[in-house]
Structures are given as structure tokens and as C-alpha cells.
């Protein structure tokens, strides 16, 4: 499961005299099988477990924790002996509401702790793993004599240091000194009377071989497995020989060398086999698309944060001719959020987002996000009274549109009130001879006391606003008509936007991280292309090919010319690329995957698009309130063409009886 890990990331307070704060990376699904806890050693970090939680995370729980001086936690003056070390340890468990066994996994001089732990806390322990654990932590001359040297001189070098060392210098002398350096495993690996792993790189040079290989000899009934063309990060350096070995130790099938582990691995029953009975369609779910997801506690816009920190020089949006790196958008949603709170628009207030698929609407609605304001999303499709009404009801404070229709806004703010508006020229991000051209063709296009999307941005910060957004704050207004007649604002928070983001994301099992290029025609006010064509994106580091209208030629241009991998669209967008004379010479072929969405998909049309593409169109189904994807076709050979597709991971479905609606129906009955 590629997943950024940083994003399930937070602070547990383990001390407040002195305030001390433990990163940790907690990834939970739906009904876990374990709970995995990583411990990395002397100056390492939680990230360094990043495949390994990647792997085990689609069924289990699995934290890993940056130790008191280390990573991302707090760097107090003292407190990094083996006794507070292992009782932080213990408080973060209790604060993370650790409930029953662990499979408790040390690397390094990590693995000494989690022994320590382990001996002191036998009952909390399903399985314990040590990885490049030595029976004794003696260092190589040249860095102990590196950590005799005073402080002030090493913060000297530290610049260079922080590149494989993850701790400041006085947190490393002060934890060599009071901690490794006194620690001897000759006295602990006896007492453990858990079933142990050990796994070592048998070309580990950062200890003698002698101390790695006493490690296992020392613990009662140990199973050994010695990793060849390995080195000290085996769990990075033969990260798929690592997670095999752990998968066999977890089912209790022991092998004594690493060349055993090619053979399959057989499951034994588990609380995954409950849910899979409770959900018979996660038997027809592709490989690699997990069974639920673990929804990170985050507000929208750290999805953005997530892709600019991984990928700030990627292309994020594609515009008429335009490059905007995720670097750039970011810094622009921060202009546009730190306007808003200078005008007075902060948290809870409500933004219009009346626009095309242009780059201010990825920009505004990402502003509004970061400033704790809610998105208004309103076709600019419906008659002009119906738009009053809708922002009227909205109670909006801010109405954000084209320049070009300055003539709707000066009867929004006449019918409605809305306070301030803010008129953009479509071509602001362009080249600037379009800009000009554009400008000097909406010259006679303008509002009274309006605010220009340029002057408006031009003097305020590109540093991220201190506002504090909680997944459960309103994020977006989404105004949908439903079967109801007159539209309806269905509400959505950051957390109901992140989980469909996040399962879509899912349901594209080989979609990369990073590599990815959306064709976003669908309208990114509607709903489905808000998630599909904006926040999928966004969350796989994505370049988002943006168009404000679907005209066939202008399409297959864009695709011959930024060569797109994923569409989200409609059947008729896919009907008009499939009838276009001489479609083939475009290079649609870029195109892996599609899913389909607003309308039934003739079955016709999936093939004439897949044998175009050589990639897979699948139909899938939503409904605004559910954010708003909920189902969808496998994208291999498990789908069943003609029909909508199965629940998404995490999503729970069921079909009723139409007479009774609180009885549910047997399979393959019409309800």
C-alpha cells in the first residue's frame, strides 16, 4: 500500500515537567489483525520503517515512534537513559490507547530497548522482532571519539551529520553515554520468554560479527535468520527478504535461512476472515487494493502539505500552455488564505467558488481550506436566480469568480449581500503576452468596489496561516439537487473529503506516487470531479491537466501534448472520443485507467474506449453526500461489466427489501 506515512503522524505528550512530545506515525484500518510498534535505534528515526509499514499496514496496526531526541520529537537536555526511555515508551502506548499484545520490533540499538521492554512487560508481547541487534553496542573508534568531542564543535558539523544521523549532538552523547554504551545484552536475551525473531545483513560491519551472532544464541528458542547482501539498514536494503521473514515468524513457520522465504506464505485465520464474510465483495477487490483504509486525523489541506513536501517541483497543474510546480500552488493558496483573514474572513466563514476548472480554483479552494473557511461550490451551468439563492443560503462572505462575469456578480451581491467579491482574469497564470491579451478582451468586464485576484494576493505572505483546521470542521458546501427538486447544501468536512480521497486513491492500485498525470475536465465544482479530478490527484503527488470545457479537439490535444495516464470523465465525454475521426494520431494510449461517473456507461462505449486506449474504463457510482464516490468496477478482470461496481474499501453496503426497508435482501434478489 504506497501510502505517505507522514500523514498519519502526531504528537502523544509523554512529559510535561519537562514538556516532552513523541512523534508518531499511528496507521490503523478498520479491524486490525495485530498492532505492530517500531523502535529505531541510535540516531535513526520512525521513517526509516516506512516500507514495513507499508506492507503490514493493510491489515494490521502499525505505530512507529520517534524516541525522545530523535526525529521529529522533542530534544530535551536529559532524560535518555534505558529507564525513561522505556517508560515514554510505555506512556505513548497508554496515550495511543494501546489495547493487548504488540508485535514489538527494535532495529539497531532499538532492539535493546524493545528487549528491555519486553523482559519488563511480558504480557504485552505477541512476538518480538530484532533486527541488526548486537549483544553489545561497541563503537567504532573514529565515532567514539567523535562523541568525546564538545558539544559546540559538533554542532559544527552537524550539517553534514543530519544527512544518517537524526538526533542533535547533545541528545547523542548524553544516550551513547547514559544508555548504549553501558547496555549488555548478555544479561537481558536470557530472561525473554517471548517468541523471538532475530534478522541481521550478513555483511553488517557496523558491529563485529561475533556480537550479532550471539544475539540469537542467547535467547531461549530464538529463530536466526541471517539476510545475505545486507548491510546494517536491512530493513531498507532487503526490505522484501525483512517482510517475508516477519509474515512466516507471525504464522509461526520458522525457516533458518533467508533463501526459505521464497515459498508462499500461508494465513491462518484472523479477524480479516469475519470481515471478508461480512463483506462478500471484498472477495472480487484487485491485488493491492486493501479491504479498508486507515483515514489519517487531518484536515483536507494536508493533503496539499503532503504532496509539496514529497514533491515541490513536480508540475501540479497544467493550464493553456502553463506550467505551476506544487511549490507554487501551495505558496499562492497561502497568499489567498492570509487575504482572507486580513479581509476578516477566518474560520467558519463561507467562500464562493464560482469558476471553471481554471488553476484560482485549485488555488481558492485550498486558500479557504488553510484559513478554516468553508467552500461554496456552485455550478455557474443554472439560471442566475437559482445562484443568488444558493449563495444567499450559504450565507457567504466572499464570492471568488471570472472577471468576465462581473455582470452575475453585480446581481449575486444585489440579491444576496455578499460582502466582498473577487474578480480573477481566467488567463492570470498564463504566459504574460496571453495575460495581456486576455485582459485587453475583458477590458470592459469590471464591478465596483471588487477585489482583483492579482492585488488581492500580491501583498500578503506565502507562509502557511496559523489557523487551526480539525478534520471534523465544515469544508465544503456542495449544492446538489438530488431527487428532491430544488438543490439542497449537503455539508462535508475535511475528514469526509480526506476518506473519499484516500479510498479512491485505493480502488488505482498501480496509480504512482508522483508520476501520475489526471486529465481534469470534469467539473471540479460538481462533486465528482472535486474529489476525482482534484484531491485524488493532489493526494498521489498527481499533475492535474486542467480544461474549463469539454470541446473534443481541444481535449485530444491536451492529451497528445501532456499525455495523461488517468480520465476521470462521463460517457459522453468518452462517446465524443471515440467518434472523433482520426482519433488515434492524438496518442490517447497514454491513458491507463478511468472511471466513469454521473451516468450509466453503455457497455459499447467501454469497449470502443478500451480498444482505442489499450487501458481500462470502469463505471463507478456516487452520491454527493457520500463525498461522493462509493462504489466502483475493479480496474482488472474481476469487474462486471454493465453494472456500478462494488463499495470502495472502508464503505459499507447493503440492499434493502422495497417493501421493508429495514430488512436486507438475500443475494441475487431485486431489491
Not at 515537567?17 to 510498534?37: K, Y
Not at 522484501?240 to 525457516?255: H, M, N, P, T, Y
Not at 500461508?266 to 465483495?281: T, Y
Request: hydrophobic share 40%.
Amino acid at each position: 500500500m504506497d501510502i505517505d506515512i507522514d500523514l498519519y503522524r502526531h504528537e502523544v505528550r509523554v512529559s510535561t515537567s519537562p514538556l516532552v512530545r513523541l512523534s508518531a506515525i499511528d496507521i490503523s484500518p478498520d479491524h486490525p489483525q495485530r498492532t505492530f510498534v517500531f523502535i529505531h535505534g541510535f540516531g535513526g528515526q520512525a521513517a526509516q520503517w516506512h516500507y514495513q509499514m507499508q506492507k503490514f499496514a493493510v491489515e494490521n496496526r502499525v505505530i512507529a515512534l520517534d524516541l525522545r531526541g530523535h526525529g521529529l520529537s522533542d530534544k530535551p537536555a536529559g532524560g535518555y537513559d534505558m529507564p525513561q526511555t522505556i517508560q515514554d515508551i510505555e506512556n505513548a502506548l497508554t496515550l495511543l490507547k494501546v489495547n493487548g499484545k504488540i508485535v514489538l520490533v527494535g532495529h539497531s540499538f532499538g532492539g535493546a530497548v524493545v528487549t528491555e521492554y519486553a523482559v519488563k512487560n511480558p504480557d504485552r508481547i505477541e512476538r518480538l522482532i530484532l533486527m541488526a541487534t548486537a549483544s553489545e553496542f561497541k563503537l567504532q573508534t573514529t565515532l567514539k571519539l567523535a562523541l568525546n568531542l564538545p558539544v559546540w564543535f559538533l554542532k559544527i558539523i552537524e550539517p553534514v551529520t543530519r544527512r544518517w544521523l537524526f538526533a542533535p549532538p547533545h541528545a547523542l552523547k548524553s544516550f551513547n553515554a547514559n544508555n548504549m554504551a553501558k547496555w549488555n545484552g548478555a544479561e537481558k536475551f536470557p530472561s525473554l520468554n517471548v517468541p523471538t525473531l532475530v534478522i541481521r545483513g550478513h555483511r553488517d560491519l557496523v558491529f563485529e560479527r561475533p556480537l550479532f551472532e550471539k544475539v540469537a544464541e542467547s535467547i531461549p528458542g530464538a529463530e536466526d535468520v541471517d539476510i545475505r547482501v545486507s548491510g546494517h539498514m536491512v530493513m531498507l536494503e532487503r526490505r522484501d527478504a525483512v517482510d517475508r521473514s516477519i509474515e512466516r515468524f507471525l504464522v509461526g513457520e520458522g525457516q533458518r535461512s533467508w533463501r526459505e522465504s521464497t515459498r508462499a506464505v500461508k494465513k491462518k485465520k484472523s479477524g480479516r476472515d469475519v470481515l471478508r464474510a461480512q463483506r462478500p465483495w471484498l472477495e472480487n477487490y484487485e491485488a493491492g487494493v486493501p479491504y479498508t483504509v486507515g483515514v489519517p486525523n487531518i484536515p483536507l489541506n494536508h493533503l496539499l502539505r503532503s504532496a509539496v513536501r514529497r514533491f515541490p517541483k513536480h508540475p501540479a497543474l497544467f493550464f493553456e500552455g502553463s506550467k505551476l510546480s506544487y511549490r507554487r500552488v501551495n505558496h499562492e493558496a497561502n497568499r489567498f488564505a492570509n487575504s482572507l483573514i486580513a479581509l476578516g474572513v477566518g474560520k467558519g466563514a463561507r467562500v464562493v467558488l464560482l469558476l471553471p476548472n481554471v488553476p484560482q480554483m485549485v488555488i481558492g479552494f485550498y486558500g479557504a481550506m488553510k484559513a478554516g473557511a468553508s467552500a461554496v461550490l456552485v455550478p455557474p451551468i443554472i439560471e442566475p436566480e437559482e445562484v443568488i439563492r444558493q449563495i444567499k443560503d450559504s450565507e457567504a462572505s466572499v464570492l471568488v469568480t471570472l472577471s468576465m462575469w462581473a455582470g452575475l456578480a453585480k446581481q449575486i451581491q444585489a440579491g444576496s449581500g455578499v460582502p466582498h467579491i473577487v474578480l480573477t482574469d481566467p488567463a492570470h497564470y498564463l504566459s504574460l503576452p496571453k495575460y495581456l491579451i486576455s485582459k485587453w478582451r475583458n477590458r470592459g468586464y469590471g464591478l465596483q468596489n471588487a477585489l482583483r485576484w492579482r492585488d488581492l494576493l500580491a501583498g500578503n505572505s506565502n507562509k502557511s496561516p496559523t489557523v487551526d483546521v480539525t478534520p471534523g470542521d465544515l469544508a465544503v458546501i456542495q449544492y446538489t439537487g438530488g431527487t428532491t427538486g430544488q438543490s439542497k447544501g449537503v455539508m462535508l468536512s475535511h475528514r469526509n473529503l480526506v476518506a473519499n480521497a484516500l479510498q479512491t486513491r485505493h480502488w488505482l492500485p498501480e496509480a504512482e506516487e508522483g508520476k501520475e498525470r489526471f486529465l481534469c475536465v470534469v467539473p471540479i465544482f460538481h462533486s465528482y470531479g472535486l474529489t476525482a479530478a482534484m484531491n485524488v490527484p493532489i493526494s498521489l503527488g498527481a499533475a492535474m491537466i486542467l480544461k474549463t470545457q469539454f470541446q473534443t479537439l481541444d481535449v485530444l490535444k491536451a492529451i497528445k501534448k501532456y499525455k495523461p495516464t488517468i480520465f476521470p470523465g462521463s460517457p459522453s465525454m468518452y462517446v465524443a472520443i471515440n467518434n472523433f475521426r482520426g482519433v488515434r494520431k492524438y496518442g490517447i494510449n497514454s491513458i491507463k485507467a478511468c472511471i466513469s461517473g454521473s451516468a450509466p456507461l453503455p457497455i459499447e462505449v467501454q469497449e470502443a474506449f478500451e480498444k482505442l486506449t489499450k487501458g481500462r474504463l470502469v463505471e463507478g457510482y456516487g452520491l454527493t453526500e457520500a463525498s461522493p464516490v462509493t462504489h466502483a468496477n475493479p480496474l482488472g478482470d474481476k469487474r462486471k461489466v454493465g453494472t456500478i461496481g462494488i463499495p470502495l474499501p472502508s464503505t459499507q453496503a447493503k440492499i434493502v427489501d422495497l417493501s421493508n426497508r429495514k430488512m436486507e435482501v438475500k443475494q441475487g434478489q431485486i431489491g
